[in-house]
């Protein structure tokens, strides 16, 4: 087995990537650029896992009747409805119900949505120094701004929302795995509920979470590799070109799996820091 053919030509673009690749690009740059559409997706994916998730998990435990319920049903929902699933659903479901770049929907903020993607005013650079780019409807085509394609939006929104679903139970666990003697002996001390809830259960609680939130910050990586099934460049996707191209199968799959394998161990270690910060104290 050799790596040789990383050098060579790759033939073929991405459709979308921070790294602007034509046609002669070797293989190594294009797997550099499945590796950062991958983190693309995945972290914001995950940041509206763990906002969403701990809003879910505090609503699980809610006196609010509408709230609970509500909390329950969706996490009963998501958690029950298989992951590639809701990727289609997300992506198919864009396609069919959103207009055509020429019928953008005007959102606030100077947004425009359309089949085309999701398009942000933005940043660039002109002689008279910064300013900001506004997206347009131009005769064709969304013009101008930073344009999300509806394939990244799709892949971050199931993410982000399945992983939410997860989350939300462990927040729960956390929550109950606290003794109720340290709230009654934090309330005994002289201190209101809210504040026995910000300095005693809710640190307490959260270290019971970290080790498993740890477990779905690697399953959101890994399920990033489902973007394959509606067109995202992401490794496999990249990976899947690249083996047509070069009839390099064997190559291509060990640089997948050493990436991701990479990638979740720079995620343990993470997790594994914020856990010794949290348990800082607890001896």
């Known amino acids: 087995m050799s790596l040789n053919f990383l050098l060579d030509p790759a033939g073929f673009s991405l459709s979308e990537g921070w790294l602007a690749l034509g046609y002669t690009a070797p293989y190594w740059q294009v797997f550099l650029n499945g590796l950062l559409n991958t983190l693309k997706v995945a972290l914001p994916a995950l940041a509206l896992a763990v906002v969403l998730g701990f809003s879910l998990g505090f609503g699980l435990l ?8 509500t909390a329950r049903v969706y996490v009963d929902g998501v958690r029950n409805v298989p992951l590639l699933l809701q990727v289609l659903a997300l992506y198919f479901g864009a396609s069919q119900w959103l207009p055509v770049a020429s019928e953008a929907w005007a ?4 947004v425009l949505l359309s089949k085309s993607g999701l398009a942000l005013p933005t940043l660039v650079s002109t002689a008279q120094g910064w300013g900001v780019q506004w997206p347009h409807i131009g005769r064709f085509a969304v013009e101008g701004g930073w344009v999300l394609s509806p394939e990244y939006l799709a892949l971050l929104l ?3 929302l399945y992983t939410a679903a997860f989350v939300a139970e462990l927040v729960k666990a956390g929550v109950l795995s606290v003794r109720p003697g340290m709230a009654q002996a934090a309330l005994a001390l002289g ?10 259960v809710r640190p307490l609680a959260l270290r019971a979470m970290l080790p498993p939130l740890a477990n779905q910050v690697l399953n959101l990586l890994k399920n990033a590799s489902l973007g394959v099934a509606i067109g995202y460049p992401e490794l496999v996707s990249v990976a899947n070109t690249s083996m047509n191209q070069s009839g ?11 990436m991701y394998a990479l990638l979740s161990a720079v995620a343990a270690g993470c997790m594994a820091v914020l856990n010794q910060r949290a348990m800082r104290g607890s001896a």
């Open 248 to 258: 390099k199968a064997t190559e291509c799959m060990v640089l997948v799996l050493v």
């Open 107 to 110: 959102l606030p903020g100077g």
């Open 158 to 160: 199931a993410l982000g």
């Open 191 to 200: 201190l209101t509920p809210a504040q026995a809830r910000r300095w005693v």
């Open 62 to 69: 809610s006196q609010n009747p509408v709230w609970r319920r």
